[in-house]
T-cell receptor, first 116, second 111 residues
Framework: DTEVTQTPKHLVMGMTNKKSLKCEQH?????MYWYKQKAKKPPELMFV???????INESVPSRFSPECPNSSLLNLHLHALQPEDSALYLC???????????????FGPGTRLTVT | GEDVEQSLFLSVREGDSSVINCTYT??????LYWYKQEPGAGLQLLTY?????DMKQDQRLTVLLNKKDKHLSLRIADTQTGDSAIYFC???????????FGAGTRLAVHP
């Protein structure tokens, strides 16, 4: 099973709403990632969790709050977003490279977020 | 510094071979990857190559790596309409838990 699932598929929210994006994998991967992708652009890394601890935050605004409740789940909590935050949000997971430098990341289908 | 560059668009006829090119600047890259993204979908890992290898073949896909010129290519043999997508190359470096993506090449396959 090489599947990463994400819910919801689509989300429309107002600037005062609070919502959460969810990601799940059952491959036993210990690294999980959140990316933001704007149209016709490559994915931009937001956060990396390694063994359920936040290891990388790419200077993401605090209106995005990640959470890793356990090794299979990754959440992204959203609050007071701006219209420019509208994008495809992708979750990915991988084995820890253990010194090999190999980051074989498996991506979910993404959540299409629209902020009105 | 980290920089990965790709040409933005490629159009091929069905049945022909496609070659998508990528250049990178960081000589400490350990692995290089090719991902495929179809419209409205996530990224699918197609293949990867270790930086000490020159070539890797996997069915219709052939990856060539010229480490001296920092040039990576993906050849798709017998291109089909289902190969129409955006193809991203990416690099990783040991000790940095992240991928650096190129801008993506849109491949259009026409009859």
């Amino acid at each position: 099973d090489t599947e990463v699932t994400q819910t919801p598929k689509h989300l429309v929210m107002g600037m005062t709403n609070k919502k959460s994006l969810k990601c799940e994998q059952h491959m036993g991967h210990r690294a999980m990632y959140w990316y933001k992708q704007k149209a016709k652009k490559p994915p931009e890394l937001m956060f990396v969790y390694s063994y359920e601890k936040l290891s990388i935050n790419e200077s993401v605004p605090s209106r995005f709050s990640p959470e890793c409740p356990n090794s299979s789940l990754l959440n992204l909590h959203l609050h007071a977003l701006q219209p420019e935050d509208s994008a495809l949000y992708l979750c990915a997971s991988s084995q820890e490279p253990a010194g090999t430098g190999l980051y074989e990341q498996y991506f979910g289908p993404g959540t299409r977020l629209t902020v009105t | 510094g980290e920089d990965v560059e790709q040409s933005l668009f490629l159009s091929v006829r069905e049945g022909d071979s496609s070659v998508i090119n990528c250049t990178y600047t960081d000589s400490s890259s350990t692995y290089l990857y090719w991902y495929k993204q179809e419209p409205g979908a996530g990224l699918q890992l197609l293949t990867y190559i270790f930086s000490n290898m020159d070539m890797k073949q996997d069915q219709r896909l052939t990856v060539l790596l010229n480490k001296k010129d920092k040039h990576l290519s993906l050849r798709i043999a017998d291109t089909q309409t289902g190969d129409s997508a955006i193809y991203f190359c990416a690099e990783s470096m040991s000790g940095y838990n992240k991928l650096i993506f190129g801008a993506g090449t849109r491949l259009a396959v026409h009859p």
